[in-house]
């Protein structure tokens, strides 16, 4: 019994040391494989799939199985030789960091799984609003194209039909208004939200602008479109579009709809 409490005391040096090591990659991985995108030193498929969706998944499975073994080692040593050894702290830190790292997976799977990605989304489907030719000519020429007359959903299903089967609520916002104001708020509203206007004629009534995620540094591009009604209101539009082809988990969606919805705030 002696020569067994001996094994398991080696045993937990190593997997407390192993859970020390698993604590501090695994986060720093994460980091550097999102700042890394984000900063351009490699490709998003390297970034979000290589070192996220391959090794990442597998850095957090080896961080639970450690984490979850030096508990049980921990234990049966407490039982056998009626003392404590070994840092519980860190076991139950990586089993802890590496869980959550498994939840969120999850998470983002079941939104992937939740439908086909939308990453076109206006509020006018049938005349959406275009951006102009200056700010597409500053674009690489990497980046998904921002035509919208033509394009279909990874399922081939016409992007039209796409985003009214799954965000059949936006569409065209009426203000009461004029237009000069609706416009003025509309662009002021853009740029509280750290959007980074590059475009903007009050005469036109639209300006252009781009978002970037913190994590990964995935890049939108954003339109916005006001013109007065006839009962001498305005009508606003928005267009926001996923630079990169990755599922955006309802991003542009959620981009859009919130904006409307703290446009129209005034008017409630």
Known sequence: MARFIEILRMMI?????????????????????????????????TGLNAMTHVWGLRILLMGLVSGVFTLGVLILYRVLAKQGHGNWISAIAVSLIALAGLVWAMQVEAGKAAGPAVLDVTTDVLDPPHFSAGFIARRSGLDASLAYDGKTGADGQALPALQAARYPAISTLRLDESADIAFARALELARERGWRVSTASAEAGMFEAGAESLWFGFRDDIVVRVR?????????????????????????????????????????
Request: hydrophobic share 55%; aromatic share 10%.
């Open 13 to 45: 040096d190593i997997a407390v040391a192993l859970c020390a090591v698993l604590l501090l990659v695994t986060p720093l991985w994460f980091a550097l494989a999102a700042f890394g995108t984000k900063w351009e030193f490699w490709g998003w498929q």
């Open 228 to 268: 007065p009604d006839e009962a001498g209101g305005s009508l606003v539009d928005i267009r926001s579009v996923a630079r990169q082809p990755v599922h955006d988990l309802g991003r542009n969606a959620d981009r859009v709809r919130a904006f409307l919805e703290a446009l129209d705030a005034p008017q409630a």
